[in-house]
Every structure is written in structure tokens, then in C-alpha cells.
């Protein structure tokens, strides 16, 4: 499976982005996309993954209310539309899948099969 990913730039605090990923294909009937972030030095943070079947979305906290993640399932895409971005936001980001997820493991980078390569974000202040 390959994962596509577009969408990253350089932009300023306050601005928006849409980040988006494609898989080449579907492997299971019940997956999950996300999105997973990482900056030099730190370890790959989870920061938004949709659950198909039913769309269920989650998010880790310090992007709800400005990130939004949307998807298709059918052309298994997937679309982070980042708002009120600010510099903390800067990072590398990766988008995954994982077949066959379970809730409780959509947080973690071990529980995803497949990478794409990164897209750099840049929020300048």
C-alpha cells in the first residue's frame, strides 16, 4: 500500500492549511487513517485519524477546535484541514493507515502498517 501526501508550506500564525493522503489501495474493510506529526529530536506524535467503517474521528488535544479531519472512504483519502495554525504546529507531517485498527490503538505509531512520506509544515510567528 502507498500513501500519497500533499499539502504542506509555509505560512504564518493564524493562517490555514489542508493537508491530504491517498492510499493506493484498501486492504481491509474496517482501517484507519491518521496523521502523526514529528519535529527534530522528539519522537512521532498522533494528531488526527478518521475510522472507517462510520467515520469516527479522534484527535489528541492540542488540535481540537482547529483541526478537522475529513475523508472519503471510497477513494480511501483522507484530509487534515489545519486552522489557527501557530508555530507549535511546525513539524513533519506523515500521513498512516493502518488496516484492521482498533479504538483503543488509533493514538499509537506501532498500530500503523503504512507511511507515507512527510510534508513539512512551517508556521511562522
Known amino acids: 500500500v502507498q500513501l500519497q501526501a500533499s499539502g504542506g508550506g509555509l505560512v504564518q500564525a493564524g493562517d490555514s492549511l489542508r493537508l491530504s493522503c491517498t492510499a493506493s489501495e484498501r486492504t481491509d474493510s474496517r482501517f484507519v487513517m491518521g496523521w502523526f506529526r514529528q519535529t527534530p529530536g522528539k519522537e512521532r506524535e498522533f494528531v488526527a485519524a478518521m475510522m472507517w467503517p462510520g467515520s469516527s474521528t479522534y484527535y489528541t488535544d492540542s488540535v481540537k477546535g482547529r483541526f478537522t479531519i475529513s475523508g472519503d472512504r471510497a477513494k480511501i483519502t483522507v484530509h487534515l484541514q489545519m486552522n489557527s495554525l501557530n508555530p507549535e504546529d511546525t513539524a513533519v507531517y506523515f500521513c498512516?493507515?493502518?488496516?484492521?485498527?482498533?479504538?483503543?490503538?488509533?493514538?499509537?505509531?506501532?498500530?500503523?502498517?503504512?507511511w507515507g512520506q512527510g510534508t513539512l509544515v512551517t508556521v511562522s510567528s
Open positions: 498512516a493507515a493502518a488496516p484492521r485498527a482498533i479504538v483503543s490503538s488509533v493514538r499509537s505509531s506501532s498500530a500503523y502498517r503504512y
